[in-house]
């Protein structure tokens, strides 16, 4: 076996592994916590199948903003918790894990036969002199200001609706 095989299985354990934690837990946190470990995981997909310029973009935009967007929102809103004040025990109330369950394992079969039903034989790497390349330098050069000032409108959509949920006590 490879070394590029076993670093494919390991991401796929991870992805996978973490997917099923998000969808198993009760606890939003943890939740948070195994999107990251998948969103990671599919970066490093991204990698191994060549598609660096993706990899970049699902990390900065998942990773980087709507995660750490979550973490924040989910930390800094007035939740109560059902344990003791010092802890964050911030739960979901379904009691069911049946409804998650059946969603994924129909998604999961859909893509099992999508994929099933596909010709992958014609598939090249791309030239390193094509768009994908500019479209890369592009997004980390010319474009990276919009991206910090969208991340900085983020944070300040956050903190307004913070301090809305706070100021209505």
């Keep these: 076996m490879t070394p590029l095989m076993l670093s494919f299985l390991a991401l796929v354990c991870i992805t996978c592994g973490s997917a099923l934690v998000m969808l198993w837990t009760k606890n939003i946190l943890h939740a948070a916590l195994a999107m990251f470990m998948t969103m990671l995981g599919l970066a490093g997909l991204y990698v191994l199948a060549y598609a660096d310029v993706l ?94 000032l969208v991340g900085i409108y983020l944070l300040i959509a956050l903190i307004g609706s913070t301090y809305i949920a706070k100021h209505d006590e």
Aim: glycine content about 10%; aromatic content about 8%.
């Design 55 to 148: 990899a970049v973009s699902h990390l900065m935009i998942y990773v980087g903003g709507v995660l750490i967007l979550i973490l924040f929102g989910i930390m800094l809103t007035n939740q109560n918790s059902r344990g003791d004040k010092d802890q964050n025990n911030l739960v979901t109330e379904e009691s069911s894990r049946v409804v998650p369950m059946l969603i994924g394992l129909a998604i999961f079969a859909g893509l099992v036969f999508i994929l099933a039903r596909g010709s992958f034989g014609g598939i090249e790497i791309a030239d390193p002199n094509s768009k994908l390349s500019f479209v890369g330098v592009s997004l980390l050069t010319e474009y990276a200001m919009p991206f910090e």
